[in-house]
């Protein structure tokens, strides 16, 4: 059993996700200074969004990002409702990086937007887990 | 070839061999060599010698002044901003001269290290930005206990773990009872990423990790171990008594401590790599200099056959061991959780070279490799306590045994 009922729903709740952090002041200007791209890859249900200053890209797998980054769809629901914490997640492989390490630790807390609008995105896509 | 470089750094694959680092790192590793050479070498016999309880001050200040103590902090916090490869340089620099000094800063990039994965920004608000002020600032990690080593490394080992330093919980606070043992910067440390063991949990199955100013009430600071080598740093006891510290000091979450010890030993592993290849370089270059102006038989000593063949093996073992840690520190620098296998082949290799390295550059001194007046005895003494801390032979053996029969994951 899955959080996520399908690829749309995912897609469309973590896309939306993505869309207001980009929204964020801080953490887009950090992003077009730092010159940073994401590629976000879930699985199960599987997709790939690419994130960068230019906006989010489902299922862009060739464009290169700066860090990729890996993770089942449910661990993200989990992470981004708080009940799986970041470092944990990492440690454990729970969630995997790919690229430059120093990056992603200096934007992990840039992240903390994300985690408070997440519950009410998932709420509005009908995520009930 | 194989890029052992990190591609955001600028290098061709063309232009990496033994010697060429990018250009930042190049930088890096030339100012931190003239420290060592400047500063720390005319220090080092006396430090050496010196009471166990004596530390410079002034040198760590010097230190820091040059950024030793936030190397890998974000440059947003007043950080060099550098990776692990970035520290592994600068260590192999530091440790040539003095695998000490080499440690009074890595223990504080280690204990700074919880609170970089943390990922909050407010404990990051909290405990970075002291490092960047005008006065030297140290911080140490508090895991080893008495009776707890590899019990608190190995989550299979942790149920059987016995007299770990307890966490009771009270209220939104935990209140820490217990000692550390061999805890290298405890005695001057600001604060201390701490390991202890939620009430309840068998063994060490709730180890925890805890940030906790050293300056609050309990935590008395133990006597210094009189240690055979790395004498310019100081280990010695944190004991906890009825430490009461917020729950919001927590890294990770209840239990979780293992795997963030897990986390951090897999990256400080290649950096004690090139610890350990830097104290062979510091025998082979006293050895290759001696080589060249002793003259025996009409001829300096490098010019005989048996004497040749040993520095042309020394040689050899020190490049493998840095072709190893770079290696392993640049893989660390790139994946999220870091890879066990590759920092523990490069220190299971480079604390055994250097044992080598630093007897065969005795034995090519003779009495006078034995003297301490040479600096000599030193390199070995040093080798042999590198051998031990972040996971000895036997541990290493364990992780890269694992990791041989892992099966390989589908990033």
């Known amino acids: 059993m899955t959080v996520f009922d399908s690829k749309e729903q995912a897609v469309g709740v973590f896309s939306q996700l993505f869309e207001l952090l980009l929204q964020d002041e801080t953490f887009s200007t950090r992003v077009r200074e730092a010159g940073l791209s994401l590629r976000l890859v879930q699985s199960k249900p599987d997709f790939a969004l690419h994130i960068s200053n230019d906006g989010v890209r489902v299922d862009d797998i060739t464009t290169p990002a700066a860090l990729t980054i890996k993770m089942s769809s449910d661990n993200a629901h989990a992470l981004w409702s708080g009940q799986l914490l970041m470092p944990l997640a990492l440690a454990t492989g729970k969630i995997r990086v790919r690229g430059s390490v120093t990056k992603m630790l200096e934007f992990q807390p840039l992240l903390q937007p994300a985690f408070d609008r997440y519950p009410q995105i998932a709420l509005e896509a009908g995520v009930t887990a | ?411």
């Open chain 2, 1 to 411: 070839m194989t890029s052992y470089l990190d591609e955001d750094l600028d290098v061709s694959p063309d232009e990496i061999t033994l010697t060429v680092l990018p250009p930042r790192l190049r930088e890096l590793q030339l100012t931190v060599r003239a420290f060592a050479e400047e500063v720390v070498r005319p220090r080092v016999l006396a430090l050496d010698q010196a009471p166990a309880e004596h530390f410079d001050w002034e040198m760590v200040q010097l230190g820091h002044d040059l950024g030793l103590t936030r190397l890998t902090l974000p440059v947003e916090h007043g950080g060099g901003g550098y990776g692990i490869l970035g520290v592994a340089v600068a260590m192999e620099e530091l440790a040539s001269v003095c695998a000490g000094t080499a440690l009074i800063f890595g223990a504080t990039l280690l204990g700074q290290a919880p609170v970089l994965l943390s990922a909050d920004p407010v404990l990051q608000a909290k405990y970075l930005p002291r490092f960047s002020g005008p006065k030297a600032v140290l911080a140490c990690n508090a895991i080893t206990e008495d009776l707890a080593g590899c019990d608190l490394l190995i989550p299979d080992n942790a149920e059987h773990a016995a007299g770990v330093m307890s966490a009771h919980k009270v209220g939104d606070t935990y209140v820490l009872n217990g000692r550390k043992r061999f805890i290298t910067n405890a005695m001057f440390a600001d604060f201390a990423s701490v390991y202890a063991n939620i009430d309840g949990s068998p063994g060490a199955t709730g180890l925890t990790c805890f940030l906790v100013p050293l300056d609050t009430p309990g935590v008395h600071r133990g006597a210094v171990a009189n240690k055979m080598g790395y004498r310019v740093c100081l280990g010695s006891e944190l004991i906890f008594e009825d430490v009461v510290v917020p729950a919001d000091q927590i890294v990770g979450g209840e239990g979780t401590g293992i795997y963030i010890n897990i986390q951090q030993m897999n990256m400080a592993r290649a950096t004690v790599a090139a610890i350990s290849t830097g104290i062979a370089r510091g025998a082979f270059t006293i050895a290759r200099d001696w080589a060249r102006t002793r003259i025996q038989g009409g001829v300096p000593l490098h010019q005989h056959q048996f004497t040749a063949r040993k520095l042309a093996e020394m040689a050899s073992k020190i490049d493998a061991a840095r072709l190893l840690y770079i290696r392993a520190a640049n893989r660390v620098d790139r994946e999220i959780p870091p890879p066990p296998y590759e920092p523990a082949v490069a220190k299971l290799f480079a604390d055994r070279i250097s044992v080598e390295v630093a007897e065969e550059a005795m034995t090519l001194l003779g009495a006078r490799g034995y003297l301490r007046d040479y600096g000599l005895e030193k390199f070995m003494r040093d080798a042999l306590g590198t051998r031990i801390y972040e996971g000895t032979p036997e541990i290493l053996a364990l992780a890269v045994t694992e990791a041989i029969y892992a099966t390989d994951d589908d990033f």
